[in-house]
Protein backbone atom coordinates (compact mmCIF):
# COMPACT_ATOMS: atom_id res chain seq x y z
CA UNK A 1 0.00 0.00 0.00
CA UNK A 2 1.67 3.34 -1.05
CA UNK A 3 1.87 5.84 0.95
CA UNK A 4 -0.94 8.30 0.49
CA UNK A 5 -3.15 5.54 0.52
CA UNK A 6 -2.51 5.12 4.20
CA UNK A 7 -2.77 9.06 4.67
CA UNK A 8 -6.11 8.35 3.51
CA UNK A 9 -7.61 5.72 5.17
CA UNK A 10 -6.36 7.32 8.64
CA UNK A 11 -8.62 10.55 7.52
CA UNK A 12 -11.52 8.34 6.98
CA UNK A 13 -11.04 7.34 10.41
CA UNK A 14 -11.12 11.19 11.99
CA UNK A 15 -13.97 12.42 14.27
CA UNK A 16 -16.39 14.80 11.90
CA UNK A 17 -16.32 16.99 14.51
CA UNK A 18 -13.94 18.89 16.22
CA UNK A 19 -13.73 19.64 20.07
CA UNK A 20 -13.89 23.19 20.58
CA UNK A 21 -11.31 24.64 23.43
CA UNK A 22 -12.73 27.22 25.79
CA UNK A 23 -12.03 30.19 25.80
CA UNK A 24 -11.99 32.49 29.22
CA UNK A 25 -12.16 35.89 29.28
CA UNK A 26 -10.68 37.46 32.37
CA UNK A 27 -11.23 41.09 33.25
CA UNK A 28 -9.51 42.44 35.97
CA UNK A 29 -8.37 45.83 37.79
CA UNK A 30 -4.72 45.43 38.85
CA UNK A 31 -1.03 44.30 37.51
CA UNK A 32 -0.91 41.75 39.83
CA UNK A 33 -4.19 39.95 38.33
CA UNK A 34 -2.53 40.56 35.01
CA UNK A 35 0.32 39.09 35.31
CA UNK A 36 -1.19 36.06 37.15
CA UNK A 37 -3.94 35.34 34.20
CA UNK A 38 -1.39 35.88 30.95
CA UNK A 39 1.19 33.92 32.61
CA UNK A 40 -1.72 30.98 32.27
CA UNK A 41 -1.07 31.03 28.85
CA UNK A 42 1.88 28.83 29.19
CA UNK A 43 -0.11 25.99 30.79
CA UNK A 44 -0.92 23.12 28.35
CA UNK A 45 -4.72 23.65 26.84
CA UNK A 46 -5.25 27.04 28.76
CA UNK A 47 -7.24 29.92 26.62
CA UNK A 48 -7.50 32.49 28.71
CA UNK A 49 -7.66 35.98 27.49
CA UNK A 50 -7.03 39.02 29.88
CA UNK A 51 -7.96 42.49 30.00
CA UNK A 52 -7.10 45.20 32.44
CA UNK A 53 -9.14 48.14 32.94
CA UNK A 54 -7.51 51.68 33.39
CA UNK A 55 -5.04 52.41 35.90
CA UNK A 56 -6.85 54.73 38.95
CA UNK A 57 -6.23 55.42 42.37
CA UNK A 58 -9.50 54.09 43.22
CA UNK A 59 -11.36 50.47 43.21
CA UNK A 60 -12.16 49.58 39.97
CA UNK A 61 -14.19 47.02 41.00
CA UNK A 62 -17.47 49.08 38.84
CA UNK A 63 -15.73 49.58 36.01
CA UNK A 64 -14.69 45.64 35.60
CA UNK A 65 -17.88 44.35 35.95
CA UNK A 66 -19.21 46.69 33.58
CA UNK A 67 -16.41 45.76 31.02
CA UNK A 68 -16.77 42.19 31.26
CA UNK A 69 -20.54 42.89 30.39
CA UNK A 70 -20.00 44.59 27.64
CA UNK A 71 -17.42 41.55 26.39
CA UNK A 72 -20.11 38.83 27.47
CA UNK A 73 -21.37 36.82 24.00
CA UNK A 74 -20.51 34.12 22.01
CA UNK A 75 -16.68 34.56 21.90
CA UNK A 76 -15.92 32.96 24.83
CA UNK A 77 -17.10 30.11 26.93
CA UNK A 78 -16.96 32.59 30.31
CA UNK A 79 -16.44 35.94 31.08
CA UNK A 80 -15.06 36.51 34.37
CA UNK A 81 -15.30 39.49 36.45
CA UNK A 82 -12.28 39.92 39.09
CA UNK A 83 -11.91 42.77 41.01
CA UNK A 84 -10.73 43.43 44.77
CA UNK A 85 -13.46 44.28 47.34
CA UNK A 86 -11.67 46.43 49.33
CA UNK A 87 -13.48 45.18 52.18
CA UNK A 88 -17.00 47.11 50.55
CA UNK A 89 -20.00 45.49 50.38
CA UNK A 90 -19.85 44.03 47.03
CA UNK A 91 -23.31 41.63 46.97
CA UNK A 92 -25.07 44.03 44.57
CA UNK A 93 -22.36 44.00 42.26
CA UNK A 94 -21.78 40.34 42.15
CA UNK A 95 -25.72 39.87 41.48
CA UNK A 96 -25.57 42.72 38.53
CA UNK A 97 -22.73 40.68 36.70
CA UNK A 98 -24.33 37.72 37.09
CA UNK A 99 -27.49 39.25 35.59
CA UNK A 100 -25.79 40.19 33.23
CA UNK A 101 -23.79 37.08 32.17
CA UNK A 102 -20.74 37.48 33.86
CA UNK A 103 -18.82 35.20 37.01
CA UNK A 104 -17.97 38.02 39.42
CA UNK A 105 -15.06 37.17 41.32
CA UNK A 106 -14.96 39.19 44.35
CA UNK A 107 -11.39 38.92 46.55
CA UNK A 108 -11.51 40.73 50.46
CA UNK A 109 -9.78 42.71 50.44
CA UNK A 110 -7.76 41.63 47.67
CA UNK A 111 -6.22 39.63 44.84
CA UNK A 112 -3.35 38.85 46.97
CA UNK A 113 -5.40 37.27 49.59
CA UNK A 114 -5.57 34.10 46.37
CA UNK A 115 -2.04 34.29 46.57
CA UNK A 116 -1.23 34.12 49.82
CA UNK A 117 -3.39 30.98 50.00
CA UNK A 118 -1.30 29.21 47.89
CA UNK A 119 1.46 29.50 49.99
CA UNK A 120 0.09 29.07 53.39
CA UNK A 121 -3.83 28.52 55.49
CA UNK A 122 -4.68 32.03 55.92
CA UNK A 123 -7.70 32.71 58.45
CA UNK A 124 -7.02 35.82 60.24
CA UNK A 125 -8.40 39.38 58.45
CA UNK A 126 -5.95 40.89 56.55
CA UNK A 127 -7.75 44.07 56.40
CA UNK A 128 -6.11 45.90 54.05
CA UNK A 129 -4.41 45.82 50.57
CA UNK A 130 -1.35 47.04 51.68
CA UNK A 131 -1.61 44.21 54.81
CA UNK A 132 -2.47 41.70 52.40
CA UNK A 133 0.79 42.48 50.23
CA UNK A 134 2.98 42.56 53.47
CA UNK A 135 1.49 39.21 54.37
CA UNK A 136 2.68 37.71 50.56
CA UNK A 137 5.65 39.09 51.06
CA UNK A 138 6.84 38.00 54.16
CA UNK A 139 5.73 34.25 52.85
CA UNK A 140 7.58 34.70 49.27
CA UNK A 141 10.45 37.39 49.68
CA UNK A 142 11.20 37.29 45.86
CA UNK A 143 7.89 38.38 44.94
CA UNK A 144 7.12 42.00 43.27
CA UNK A 145 3.34 43.07 42.49
CA UNK A 146 4.81 44.18 38.74
CA UNK A 147 6.47 40.19 38.06
CA UNK A 148 3.76 38.13 39.49
CA UNK A 149 3.60 34.72 37.62
CA UNK A 150 1.32 32.16 37.88
CA UNK A 151 4.41 29.29 37.51
CA UNK A 152 5.58 31.19 41.18
CA UNK A 153 2.55 29.60 42.55
CA UNK A 154 1.61 26.55 40.71
CA UNK A 155 2.86 23.70 42.99
CA UNK A 156 0.41 25.08 45.65
CA UNK A 157 -2.66 25.37 43.57
CA UNK A 158 -4.33 22.81 45.45
CA UNK A 159 -3.65 23.72 48.45
CA UNK A 160 -4.77 27.49 47.38
CA UNK A 161 -8.39 25.60 45.77
CA UNK A 162 -9.09 23.82 49.06
CA UNK A 163 -8.49 26.65 51.38
CA UNK A 164 -10.41 29.43 49.10
CA UNK A 165 -13.57 27.30 49.30
CA UNK A 166 -13.33 26.51 53.09
CA UNK A 167 -12.97 30.44 53.69
CA UNK A 168 -16.58 32.29 54.63
CA UNK A 169 -18.07 34.27 51.37
CA UNK A 170 -18.44 37.84 52.25
CA UNK A 171 -15.78 37.81 55.35
CA UNK A 172 -12.31 38.73 55.26
CA UNK A 173 -10.32 37.00 54.38
CA UNK A 174 -12.01 35.19 51.15
CA UNK A 175 -11.60 34.79 47.58
CA UNK A 176 -13.62 33.07 44.40
CA UNK A 177 -10.42 33.06 42.03
CA UNK A 178 -10.43 29.08 42.97
CA UNK A 179 -13.88 29.21 41.06
CA UNK A 180 -12.15 30.28 37.96
CA UNK A 181 -9.43 28.19 38.27
CA UNK A 182 -11.38 25.36 38.10
CA UNK A 183 -13.54 26.64 35.19
CA UNK A 184 -10.01 27.60 33.61
CA UNK A 185 -7.70 24.38 34.30
CA UNK A 186 -10.24 21.39 35.24
CA UNK A 187 -13.09 22.89 32.37
CA UNK A 188 -15.31 22.61 35.49
Not at 10 to 29: G, I
Not at 102 to 107: D, I, L, N, T
Amino acid sequence: MSRRAKRESRLDRRSRFREEKQVHLVVCEGETEKGYFDSLHRHPDVRVHTVRTRKAKHPQREAVVATAARASGDEYTRVWAVFDTDGADVRDLVARARKNGVEPVPSTPTFETWLILHIDDHRSPLLSGDKAEKRLKALMPRWSKGATDFADFADGLDHACARAGRLPEGHDPCTSVHLLIRAVLRGG
